[in-house]
């Protein structure tokens, strides 16, 4: 009887760069995880995404008027199948890396995509939900054109602290520890960039 074996994206062949992520150790029990070129058939997702998600515009109030969000977004809940094979497997095998840090698998996948520079993301941390109170995890794959997520401490005095991270294509990251509590994160408008879309694997509650 043979037994099919699959290997699961964090590992990699010698001729490739390590699959297993780097870790930063931030302050205030934060950290933020980098894997470069970590999805495999990135190009294939890429397109798939940009074809398949049913993208939508929103519009959020911001002070007195409504302002549109700078970016086209979709997040696939718990049971919606995600439009990439490869999507499937990442969120598997996220779950079981982290499992024994998380304790919990990752549930929902939220897309962004950045048609160009003017799209963007402003200061924020996920704290709505379980987020704004316990440890957790939010997983970035980023597919197409690079983009900077830039990250600060919450707390103004330690604002020396803050650092960015390119985002290429195929490249995951995560933060995790108290980093949606205790930091903050932004991808800021440039003056030039091409599209790229962000994937964002969450557990259950988290936003």
């Known amino acids: 009887m043979s037994v099919d074996f699959q290997s699961t994206l964090f590992d990699s062949p010698a001729s490739h760069p390590p699959a297993v992520p780097d870790r930063r150790v931030l302050s205030?029990?934060?950290?933020?995880?980098?894997?470069?070129?970590?999805?495999p058939d990135?190009?294939?997702?890429?397109?798939?995404?940009?074809?398949?998600?049913?993208?939508?515009?929103?519009?959020?109030?911001?002070?007195d008027r409504l302002v549109d969000v700078p970016r086209l977004i979709y997040t696939y809940m718990i049971g919606e199948e995600l439009p990439h094979p490869r999507l499937?497997?990442?969120?598997?095998?996220?779950?079981?890396?982290?499992?024994?840090?998380?304790?919990?698998?990752?549930?929902?996948?939220?897309?962004?995509?950045y048609r160009d520079g003017r799209?963007?993301?402003?200061?924020h941390?996920?704290?709505?939900g379980r987020g704004s109170i316990h440890d957790t995890m939010v997983a970035i794959?980023?597919?197409?054109?690079?983009?900077?997520?830039?990250?600060?401490?919450?707390?103004?005095?330690?604002?020396?602290?803050?650092?960015?991270?390119?985002?290429g294509h195929g490249d995951l990251v995560v933060m995790g520890g108290s980093c949606q509590r205790t930091w903050e994160h932004a991808v800021p408008k440039v003056a030039s960039a091409g599209p790229r879309i962000s994937v964002q694997f969450r557990p259950l509650n988290v936003f």
């Open 28 to 39: 205030g029990g934060a950290w933020v995880d980098v894997a470069r070129n970590w999805l």
């Open 42 to 63: 990135a190009d294939d997702v890429f397109a798939t995404l940009v074809r398949d998600v049913p993208w939508r515009a929103e519009r959020r109030a911001m002070y």
């Open 88 to 113: 499937t497997a990442a969120r598997e095998d996220l779950s079981a890396h982290y499992a024994g840090e998380l304790g919990e698998p990752f549930r929902t996948a939220g897309c962004c995509y």
């Open 119 to 123: 799209d963007s993301v402003a200061w």
């Open 125 to 128: 941390g996920d704290t709505i």
């Open 141 to 167: 794959v980023s597919l197409g054109d690079p983009r900077r997520l830039h990250l600060r401490p919450r707390d103004p005095e330690r604002r020396e602290e803050s650092f960015a991270v390119e985002m």
